[in-house]
């Protein structure tokens, strides 16, 4: 069956860098676009980042353009976020998805906090 793996978040400063790892399994990963979403607390699922399957065009959501990067190796079945110049407001749990299947991961953590 599908699975998602995330992992790399943390407790990080404001102005500091992460970065997510989503190891996929169980489905053709080299055939999928793959997306990064986050909650906050009390707040819904946001998408994040998208990267279609051969990872030849990303996009991303106007509140970390220019500061998140999603990046994908199919060899690996793995989906990255690079995430930059990180700020409170980014705190959340991550999510990665592939698009048009319906499993979700465990999700990783990001705070940060000073």
């Known amino acids: 069956q599908v699975q998602l793996v995330e992992s790399g978040g943390g407790l990080v400063q404001p102005g500091g860098s992460l970065r997510l790892s989503c190891a996929a399994s169980g489905f053709t990963f080299s055939a999928f676009m793959m997306d990064w979403y986050r909650q906050a607390p009390g707040m819904g699922r946001e998408l994040v980042a998208s990267?279609?399957?051969?990872?030849?065009?990303?996009n991303y959501a106007d509140s970390v353009k220019g500061r998140f990067t999603i990046s994908r190796d199919n060899a690996k079945n793995t989906v990255y976020l690079q995430m930059n110049s990180l700020k409170p407001g980014d705190t959340a749990m991550y999510y990665c998805k592939a698009r048009f299947l319906a499993s979700w991961g465990q999700g990783t953590q990001v705070t940060v906090s000073s």
């Open positions: 990267i279609t399957s051969a990872g030849d065009s990303t």
